[in-house]
């Protein structure tokens, strides 16, 4: 949620809020008249005048000094006056976000780079709010809104649910994000490290995954992330290229079958997500999907379809006349990335298969050989394009060059 969005939002919640908070506090019953004067020296008179009642006052919002107790006070004061909960917790959550905007403005100023501070910040914030969220909205408030949270992080495609299935999934997924939210500590902590917590982060999730699919079954687990309509997704992919029925058809089915084999994969290695053979087979399957699309489409329709579909391509044909562009040297520059990312997958995937076999990697050198194929590579872009082109486009982020690659062991990034 943006601070602009987090302004919005409470000043609409907070005018509403003062509109119902005035009508309850403000307002007073109408006053009888005034009994006629009537002479006091009269003894009649002093029989019949009518004693004077105290009238029963609501709390002042003023009195109020406890930051929670006028919170719960607000709350009630808006539940007494109808509104749906949701709003109401909407309303808690934009006055604790705002409250939170001015720690995390602060931290930023006195962090000076260190990530585990902000990410030590983070998780305060989860608790702190999910704390004060209780304690605004009441247990069976806080689960009410909690709930209906979870359930749409958990059912993007909207099924229908059981009460007892909502009730499950809820639980699951406060489960993961409890094990989420000790995984971020230990990495401030220093109790695990990187390669440790990606491995229980993974499996975390992927046991969640096979909970769900138990729970579910696997159609309408499939249907609840969203994945029931393959024909419609892909046909939604394939748009800009326009495949004939039986082309349709093919890639369907390849793309289907190749699901169906990642699902089996998924399940098989969900103890060990880092497996090398994981990642081996992960990458057969790319491949295999490549080849599909290649033969079905032809090469050159493929080619297309890739290009319409990245993000650097896409950002080079719209600023090509500032970057000193144009089609012939688009492609090449496009090529010659595709080559690079390819040629080092290609590396890694063959030094990980030697190791997986028993045999010795020497991990420096092939960091080594990496870092020069980098240094080749931007070299020859830069004396392709000139120096200020190239500079342009590396200040937009076009070439990652300089970045560690990805999929070396963790202790030699």
Avoid: C
Wanted: proline letters at 4%; charged letters at 30%.
């Amino acid at each position: 949620m943006s601070r602009e969005f987090r302004f919005q939002v409470s000043l609409l919640l907070n005018l509403a809020l003062v509109i119902t908070v005035l009508t309850l506090v403000l307002h007073k019953p109408e006053r009888p008249p005034a009994p006629p004067v009537r002479d006091i020296t009269s003894e009649k008179a002093k029989t019949e005048m009518p004693v004077a009642l105290a009238q029963p006052k609501l709390p002042a919002y003023t009195g109020i000094a406890s930051e929670p107790d006028r919170r719960r006070w607000l709350v009630d004061e808006l539940r007494t006056a109808g509104v749906p909960n949701d709003v109401v917790a909407r309303f808690v959550l934009a006055e604790i976000d705002d409250g939170w905007q001015k720690r995390f403005d602060d931290a930023s100023l006195d962090s000076r780079g260190n990530p585990d501070s902000m990410v030590a910040l983070h998780l305060e914030q989860e608790k702190d709010t999910e704390a004060q969220m209780r304690a605004a909205l009441g247990d069976a408030g806080f689960k009410q809104w909690d709930e209906k949270r979870m359930l749409r992080e958990a059912n993007v495609g909207k099924i229908e649910l059981t009460a007892t299935e909502s009730d499950a999934i809820y639980d699951l997924k406060k489960k993961l994000q409890q094990r989420s939210r000790d995984l971020e500590q230990a990495r401030v902590d220093g109790d695990m490290d990187e390669a440790e917590i990606n491995d229980a982060t993974d499996k975390a999730y992927s046991d969640f995954n096979q909970q769900m699919k138990t729970l579910l079954g696997d159609e309408r687990y499939a249907k609840s992330q969203g994945l029931g309509n393959d024909a419609a997704n892909l046909r939604q992919d394939l748009a800009i290229v326009n495949p004939s029925d039986s082309q349709f058809q093919d890639l369907l089915k390849a793309q289907q079958q190749l699901d169906d084999r990642r699902s089996q994969l998924d399940k098989q290695f969900q103890d060990n997500p880092s497996s090398p053979d994981y990642a081996a087979q992960i990458k057969a399957l790319d491949d295999a999907r490549t080849q599909d699309y290649q033969r079905v489409l032809g090469t050159n329709v493929f080619d297309a379809l890739q290009k319409s579909q990245d993000i650097g391509y896409s950002k080079m044909k719209k600023y090509e006349n500032i970057w000193g562009l144009d089609d012939s040297k688009i492609d090449y520059v496009y090529g010659t990335i595709k080559y690079y990312e390819k040629s080092v997958q290609d590396y890694q995937a063959q030094a990980k298969a030697l190791e997986s076999q028993g045999q010795s990697v020497d991990w420096d050198a092939a960091k080594k050989t990496l870092q020069q194929f980098a240094q080749q590579t931007q070299q020859s872009l830069q004396t392709y394009l000139g120096a200020d082109n190239f500079n342009k486009m590396e200040r937009n982020g076009m070439f990652q060059f300089n970045q560690s690659p990805q999929q070396l062991p963790d202790r030699l990034q």
